[in-house]
């Protein structure tokens, strides 16, 4: 008589790790995490189970000695498709606000760190509760990156304590901007059609962007818990659609900047530009504030730059910006920052404008100006000084009866073509 024997073999299902990635039910293992210079990675319980984050498990990493870039990361099975959704999220329970974390996406080709390879920043704003913090990839290539970087604190050493112990939890990705387009420069807040974002590092904001019937602009707090490098860049942290178009003859970027709550002139103002792949290519220029409770126009001129940081380069690659409210200095509650206009060239950006006489009469006027259209204009007026003394949306008609006598440039931007006009105040 034959005897048939049989051979249990346990059959281990190994899940397959995409977006979006959580703990739950074995998607990730602690030996799918994988470390480098000083970053311990694991599956735990979580430590603190909320309405912010109901999950039973998470990730987390300590940092405990090893390099400033020390971290953890995941390989997906698949390459991340950035075609409908180009900004990843992720959950992130931090042991103070203020901290950088570093969200680098890789390739496959060679050993890690691989390439391609490209990274986003954004900052903690918590203290021990659950937030989500996003990274904007757009413009970024799909099928090509499939690591998940993550460097908590980067920039300084961890000590193995609570104070170095990041928890995560639910990557995933997402599109805020509802199919708009990215911000480009000029950035005037008003194109329904572009999607504007302020992102705030260093403890800065919240910033906001203000939506009124004389035009949008962006409200910036520097509050006083927030460094004295704190700031806002101006869009995500994959910058402008287009290269910033710095040369050797034209260095220039122009901001309308108010400012109130305070009396002081002379506040320093910072305006970094860089490349959003590689912030080693960056160049950075103060410019100081004239006014107070008024708008006026600030010259940024990149061909100066601040002692101690990088003179411009004009080979780099720049599509990013920064601005810096009273840079070096501790925040204040009751002073606000408000900016609108960033143009590149020259003021409002008319460095190509076209001069129609026929657009705008009489001149000169007395009280009102006309304009010969049927469409709305973004209208401001400066003074021969270059001081802006006017600024609204207007169709038809404007209303000058409160300037002085004498002559001034009228600027008028339709969304699309920049004019500029001479008039005559009498």
């Known amino acids: 008589m034959k005897k048939i024997f049989f051979l249990l073999i346990p059959l281990i299902s190994f899940a397959q790790i995409n977006l979006p990635v959580d703990f739950e039910n074995g998607q990730v293992l602690n030996e799918d995490i994988i470390n480098f210079n000083g970053g311990s990675g694991y599956v735990v319980f979580n430590p603190q189970v909320d309405n912010n984050n109901l999950s039973e498990k998470v990730g987390v990493i300590i940092r405990d000695g090893g390099d400033i870039w020390a971290g ?40 890690f760190p691989s390439e391609p390879a490209t990274e986003r920043d954004a900052y903690t704003t918590s203290l021990n509760q659950w937030e989500t913090l996003s990274w904007d990839f757009s413009g970024e290539p799909s099928n090509t990156y499939r690591k998940l970087v993550l460097m908590f604190d980067f920039g300084n050493i961890g000590n193995g304590s609570l104070d170095s112990t990041f928890y995560f939890d639910n990557i995933f990705q997402s599109d805020p901007s509802g199919g708009l387009v990215q911000m480009d420069l000029p950035v005037t807040f008003d194109d329904p059609n572009v999607y504007y ?29 927030a460094e004295s490098w704190a700031g806002v860049t101006i869009g995500s942290g994959a910058g402008f659609l287009n290269q910033i178009p710095v040369s050797n003859t034209d260095t220039k970027i122009y901001i309308d900047v108010y400012v109130s709550g305070t009396d002081q002139i002379g506040i320093p103002i910072r305006l970094k530009i860089e490349n959003s792949n590689d912030p080693t290519q960056s160049v950075e220029t103060d410019s100081f504030t004239t006014l107070s409770g008024e708008w006026e126009t600030m010259e940024f001129d990149f061909s100066n730059h601040v002692d101690g940081t990088l003179a411009l380069n004009t080979n780099f690659f720049f599509n990013k910006a920064s601005i810096f409210f009273n840079f070096g200095n501790l925040g204040n509650q009751n002073t606000i920052f408000y900016f609108d206009n960033v143009y590149f060239g020259s003021p409002l950006g008319f460095t190509e404008s076209v001069l129609l006489s026929n657009l705008i009469y009489p001149i000169p006027a007395s009280e009102n100006i006309f304009l010969n259209s049927e469409i709305e204009f973004d209208a401001v007026i400066f003074n021969l000084l270059g001081e802006q003394v006017f600024k609204k949306k207007v169709r038809k008609d404007m209303d000058i ?26």
Not at 200 to 222: C, H, M, W
Request: proline share 5%; charged share 20%.
């Open 72 to 111: 953890s990361y995941l390989e997906l099975d698949n390459y991340l498709d950035f075609t409908e959704n180009p900004t990843l999220n992720m959950q992130i329970l931090s042991p103070f606000p203020g901290l950088l974390v570093k969200f680098k996406i890789e390739g496959d080709e060679g050993d």
């Open 197 to 225: 974002v302020l992102t705030d590092f260093g403890g800065n904001g919240p910033s906001t962007i203000l939506e009124t019937v004389d035009g949008n602009y962006a409200r910036v707090e520097k509050n006083p818990g």
């Open 401 to 426: 009866s409160n300037l002085k006598k004498g002559v001034y440039l009228l600027y008028l931007f339709d969304g699309v073509n920049n004019y500029i006009h001479k008039i005559v105040k009498n």
